[in-house]
């Protein structure tokens, strides 16, 4: 596949980038870590009223700007690059791609739009304790009580699901397994019987919680899409958000390497910059190749999920290509922010540079909707059916 980017996705990556460098800085990060909402509200507003990012691939017919999902991961390797502390990849590559996928047409006309106007954050919640990224995950039980519905469960792991005011939700109806019995529902965080805890993690750039369902009843005009069947869809979201991630890591990748080639020119020992050694060099070249194939993977999966969105590819495909570019950029950006804390020597460590933030973002990313293992496992099973 030959890709370059248009004028326009061009105009996207510089006027990100520009943006990201005036709010998303070393200080304004450390400030939003430094609250357990984890974002400050007024740099989200901008976001949504002066870039408008949050509507940019939601169709026009619900005030979306209508892009492709390529022009999203343009911005969410910038996103990544500055390590922007907001609700978007929560909002955007969670719950908008879950009502795309699987919401019925009220549900889009009235999330979707509250979205693009900037007065809705969203999250998705389907993952429970037992550490599972799959269909697996999902233990929370939903219970047909007449035209209602009752879920109880309890979720981890989930992004930004203290502080976002719709909640994406993924149960099972009592006694099945796997794939079968899945179904999502679209609940109002300050519907009763939600509790909602923060949970401290070790990456405080990108906060997380924990969601306790106690007999919450749901009407039937929350479900998304067919009751007891909506893992294919649920799926389908994953796998968008999978290289929605992956995107970011290329952007801390890319940073962690502009970063440590910075210091590496500064820093003198034996009467010269450490830049000179071989020995750094050649470090510095693997990081960069790095970079660049990771670049590459996730790219191409962009123009897959950009097709899949519009019905133009099977499931497989979307899948073996996010796959392949979750587990490369997770090993990839992990083993550069590693590096990268190696040619800073002692000061990598320390409170004064940003590497270390970089290098837990790199490392909750990895994990986060499974690690390079899982994906791997996931495109042997694909390429052996």
């Not at 697996?136 to 699901?161: E, K, M, P, S």
């Not at 796997?178 to 999502?184: H, K």
């Not at 924990?210 to 479900?223: A, C, G, H, P, W």
Request: aromatic fraction near 10%.
């Amino acid at each position: 596949m030959e890709f370059s980017f248009t004028e326009e996705q061009k105009m996207i990556r510089d006027t990100a980038q520009a943006f990201l460098a005036e709010v998303s800085s070393s200080n304004a990060i450390r400030s939003a870590m430094d609250t357990e909402q984890g974002f400050d509200p007024q740099i989200w507003q901008r976001i949504c009223e002066e870039m408008y990012w949050q509507a940019i691939h939601i169709p026009e017919e619900y005030g979306g700007m209508g892009l492709g999902y390529v022009d999203l991961v343009v911005m969410l390797e910038q996103m990544g690059r500055y390590l922007l502390c907001s609700p978007f990849f929560s909002t955007v590559c969670l719950a908008s791609n879950a009502l795309i996928v699987a919401g019925t047409d009220e549900q889009k006309q009235q999330y979707l739009t509250q979205i693009c106007e900037g007065s809705l954050t969203a999250t998705l919640a389907y993952t429970s304790k037992n550490g599972q990224w799959d269909a697996t995950a999902v233990q929370g039980i939903v219970t047909a009580q007449g035209d209602d519905y009752v879920l109880n469960g309890t979720y981890r792991y989930v992004l930004d699901g203290h502080t976002a005011q719709l909640l994406i939700v993924a149960a099972r109806s009592e006694g099945s397994e796997g794939e079968q019995g899945i179904s999502l529902f679209a609940i109002d965080s300050d519907t009763p019987g939600v509790k909602r805890t923060w949970l401290p993690t070790m990456d405080q750039t990108r906060k997380q919680a924990e969601i306790v369902f106690d007999n919450v009843r749901v009407s039937s005009s929350q479900l998304m899409g067919e009751e007891n069947n909506a893992w294919p869809q649920l799926n389908k979201v994953l796998q968008l958000a999978a290289i929605a991630i992956a995107a970011e890591q290329v952007g801390g990748s890319q940073q962690v390497l502009d970063l440590t080639v910075e210091y590496t020119k500064e820093r003198v020992q034996f009467g010269r910059p450490i830049a000179g050694f071989q020995a750094v060099k050649h470090q510095a070249a693997d990081m960069m190749l790095r970079t660049e194939v990771a670049r590459s993977a996730v790219y191409y999966a962009a123009c897959v999920a950009e097709e899949a969105l519009s019905g133009g590819l099977l499931a497989d495909e979307l899948g073996e290509a996010a796959s392949v570019a979750k587990s490369y950029c997770s090993e990839g950006y992990f083993k550069n922010a590693g590096d990268a804390l190696q040619l800073h020597g002692g000061v990598g460590f320390t409170w004064e540079y940003d590497v270390h933030l970089y290098f837990k973002r790199a490392k909750s990313s990895e994990l986060f909707l499974g690690d390079a293992a899982y994906h791997r496992e996931h495109v042997a099973t694909l390429l052996l059916d």
